[in-house]
């Protein structure tokens, strides 16, 4: 169907129809990879739905939220809890898999100023691996290992402009390898998508985390990569990283070597790269062509200090 906020819209509200929820006001927040509605009742209630994107299957789905139940249930942490309407944590519309979750205070991180802000959420994360590593699912339940370098996706490589395709032809087979490597330790959940929007910060550093979207069995270093990949932007990138690390090492043992960090946030441009364009919205297609030469130059970096 058209990514056309219209069309977004019908199909939010019959999804809210679906949860027994009638808004009595609908603000869209995100139409991106998944679309994102503020939900208001007449009651005060304020809900996050959200739109999944054209794939994934109301079994995949439940699975994430089996998970963030769990951790709801069973940590301190605060998390996007999905609420249950007649039939379900999910309601079908369109073939889009629709979430009506707890909306999460706070505010967001889209530029990083506070240590503090990234030593809590390394504590979050350390957290969170801790429950997954002794968490048993429920039957039935499934979700992706993250061990495929283009996310099950076909490979870009041939849709890519050539100086892109040269440079990430050259990393595919060592970080193909490395993964593989990774994936022969031990593996649970993680969350996969741990950057400034998908975090909530209320006074006191207290940490906030939503979208377990793109949740799955990997390596606790893959999520302190994908982390790392967006503080690089940053220009106190290194203290940034260094603060994640001293509160997640406040918890657990830190789980990447700097050469295994760096070869991880190079594959995380990588496998977005795959995601994007094999997202059916033309419109992130688009926003690929604006960082593509970002990630080229990450990559090329990485493979100019031999480290491949």
């Known amino acids: ?47 996050a739905l959200r739109v999944t994107r054209p794939g994934p299957d109301r079994a995949h789905v439940l699975s994430e939220c089996a998970w963030v139940l769990a951790l709801d249930q069973q940590t301190e942490l605060r998390v996007s809890t999905p609420l249950v309407g007649p039939d379900g944590h999910v309601v079908e519309v369109d073939g889009r898999c629709c979430v009506l979750t707890r909306w999460v205070d706070g505010a967001q991180r889209r530029k990083w100023r506070s240590l503090a802000d990234l030593r809590a959420l390394g504590v979050a994360m350390a957290q969170l691996h801790a429950h997954a590593s002794s968490w ?23 849709r890519l402009p050539s100086d892109a395709a040269e440079v990430f032809s050259r990393c595919e087979a060592p970080l193909r390898a490395l993964l593989v490597a990774l994936h022969r330790e031990p593996t649970h959940l993680i969350h996969a998508d741990l950057h400034g929007g998908n975090v909530r910060f209320l006074p006191g550093h207290r ?3 939503l979208d377990f979207d793109d949740c799955g069995l990997g390596h606790p270093a ?5 982390c790392a990949f967006y503080l690089r932007t940053q220009p ?22 700097p050469e295994q960090l760096e070869a ?19 419109a992130l297609h688009a926003w690929l062509d604006r960082v593509l030469p970002r990630w080229t130059r990450l990559a090329s970096g990485w493979l100019a200090r031999g480290v491949a």
């Open 1 to 47: 169907m058209p990514f056309r906020p219209a069309d977004l819209r019908r199909v939010a509200t019959r999804a809210l129809a679906g949860f027994g929820v009638r808004p009595e006001r609908l603000r869209l927040r995100l139409a991106a990879y998944n679309t994102t509605f503020e939900v208001h009742t007449a009651a005060g209630e304020r809900y």
């Open 136 to 158: 048993s699912p429920p039957p039935g339940w499934g979700r992706p290992r993250l061990d495929d370098l283009w996310d099950h996706h076909p490979s870009p490589l041939d």
């Open 207 to 209: 940490v906030g985390v």
């Open 222 to 226: 893959q999520d302190v990569a994908i």
């Open 236 to 257: 106190n990138a290194e203290a940034l990283v260094a603060a994640l690390r001293e509160g997640y090492t406040s918890l657990r043992p830190w789980p990447a070597p």
């Open 264 to 282: 991880l946030v190079v594959a995380r441009a990588l496998t977005l790269c795959a995601g994007l364009l094999a997202h059916p919205d033309p």
